[in-house]
């Protein structure tokens, strides 16, 4: 009875002051942060709030840089929302390639220890790699100790997640975010991976009100001329420079045109790399980093990317090119993640954007780019590693800390 | 009471029961997987769609109560 007014007030507050400043999720999703909120905290039982930067996009690397650089912000955030919801615990769930940031997060929630109430703790939590890792579902199972496989929803994670309690599982920027939200410093600017064919790649910062044409000239401009430009990463849509140079990059102006910036990813493709190539390779990894649960993923995306692998090597001799399409059509919403879906998108419109190309491997076969083609990143996983951990109890290798509270 | 077919694609093995019980509402994939045409039955499709579920042999095919506005995320 002490407690509970407060938090009510709490969450009201801060879900009024999120839903004023227009903060929704960064993660892709573009979930309206503040219903989230409230989702979680109509349900019965106790919230565990989770911080993902279980970062599986090669494309981006905002999490790291938050991690270490605006680490504050980020616990900021995370507290803000424990606060809210009457939360004990934060978990920030790292994959297991950021070693130094969750070391870095790791000191920096310690040094927070004691301005927030006893019962609150924080813990780092490392999850294998994988771009699957990130999904909701599938960061809850790895942090229960199980495979990082997504589960078949309903129930969410907002209703049932870990240990089944209610859990807010959101984008490591989302909680930088609430915490800039919470503090009065939040200015509706987002983090955006600028990759590719620019003269100066990396992570940029944009106002609500940058275009696209101010993105490039903030990269330096192209470095050369290029075959089209990626937004939203390996689950995205590919497009052509001109007909997105004039847009916003507002998620609101995006989102009437199909498009969106996903976890804030732009990528553009030089004409030095093969299109067919990088798409044939990007494909490939993504159907390796499928959880291999449904029949349709594990098929279609086998089919799609063999297609697309025979194209870069002899052209179209088995007569599967005519097929990407339609794979692509069947499989869509038939996964129980969305992966399916990213993979059918970023296929589609590359078929689009690069016909020409395509119509010319169909018919020629590799093109003299295909083998130097390496554009885009298809980090290599240690796979086994992964896999024997999963099946292994909890020991020295699923390192997690715990860092205060009163346990 | 409107009612819908709906298949958990993490546990469906594509034995391809459904298609041959109800063909007005599952069609087989090029793979033998189910594709569900998940609009709300009818009353004339109803006993099917059980006898569907009922059928499948890794409990994979569920009826859900179509919900107007089923929210999706991802």
């Given amino acids: 009875m002490v407690t509970e007014r407060p938090t009510r007030n709490r969450l009201g507050q801060l879900t009024d002051a999120l839903e004023r400043a227009g903060v929704y999720g960064r993660g892709g999703a573009g979930f309206p942060t503040a219903t989230k909120l409230r989702a979680v905290a109509a349900q019965r039982g106790r919230p565990i709030i989770v911080v993902n930067a279980a970062e599986g996009e090669p494309l981006s690397h905002k999490d790291r840089y938050l991690l270490t650089d605006r680490a504050d912000t980020v616990l900021d955030g995370a507290d803000a929302a424990a606060e809210a919801l009457g939360a004990n615990e934060i978990i920030i769930a790292i994959d ?152 916003r990059l507002d998620e609101h102006s995006l989102r009437e045109r199909q498009l969106t910036l996903g976890a804030g990813i732009v990528f553009f493709l030089g004409d030095s790399a093969c299109p067919v190539a990088e798409v044939a390779r990007v494909v490939s990894w993504m ?88 554009a885009l990143p298809t980090p290599r996983r240690r796979r086994d590693r992964n896999h024997s951990r999963a099946a292994a109890p909890r020991g020295r290798q699923s390192a997690r800390w715990d860092l205060g509270g009163s346990r | 009471m409107n009612e819908r077919l709906r298949v958990n694609p993490i546990d469906c093995v594509a034995h391809g029961m459904c298609a041959e019980l109800i063909p007005e509402r599952v069609t087989l994939d090029d793979w033998g997987y189910p594709i569900i045409e998940s609009t709300p039955l009818g009353e004339e499709l109803v006993d099917h769609a059980r006898r569907a579920v009922a059928a499948c042999p890794v409990f994979a095919l569920r009826l859900e109560r179509a919900l107007q506005g089923t929210r999706s995320r991802e």
């Fill in chain 1, 287 to 374: 159907a390796e980093e499928s959880a291999g649960q449904c029949g349709p993923c594990i098929h279609g995306l086998g089919a799609i990317a063999a297609a697309l692998v025979e194209l870069t090597a002899r052209g179209d001799q088995f007569a599967t090119y005519g097929q990407i399409r339609r794979w692509s059509g069947l499989i869509q919403k038939r996964g129980a993640c969305a992966h399916p879906d990213g993979v059918a998108r970023f296929v589609t419109t590359a078929l689009d954007v690069f016909a020409a190309a395509f119509d010319d491997h169909a018919r020629h076969g590799s093109c003299e780019r295909c083998a130097l083609s390496s």
């Fill in chain 1, 96 to 247: 297991q390639a950021m070693r130094v940031e969750a070391d870095t997060i790791a000191k920096a929630a310690q040094a927070r220890r004691g301005q927030h109430r006893r019962s609150l703790r924080t813990i780092v939590q490392i999850v294998p790699s994988g771009y699957i890792t990130g999904q909701e579902s599938a960061l809850i199972s790895a942090l229960a100790g199980r495979a990082a496989k997504p589960t078949f929803t309903p129930p969410y994670p907002f209703e049932r997640g870990l240990r089944g309690h209610p859990t807010l599982v959101s984008n490591t920027e989302t909680y930088s975010q609430i915490g800039r939200v919470a503090r009065g410093t939040y200015d509706g600017s987002r983090l955006v991976a600028v990759g590719g064919a620019v003269a100066e790649p990396g992570l940029m910062e944009i106002g609500s009100d940058t275009t696209m044409a101010g993105l490039l000239q903030g990269a330096g401009g192209l470095a050369e001329p290029v075959h089209g430009v990626l937004l939203g990463g390996y689950a995205g849509t590919w497009s052509r420079v001109a007909d997105v140079t004039p847009l």
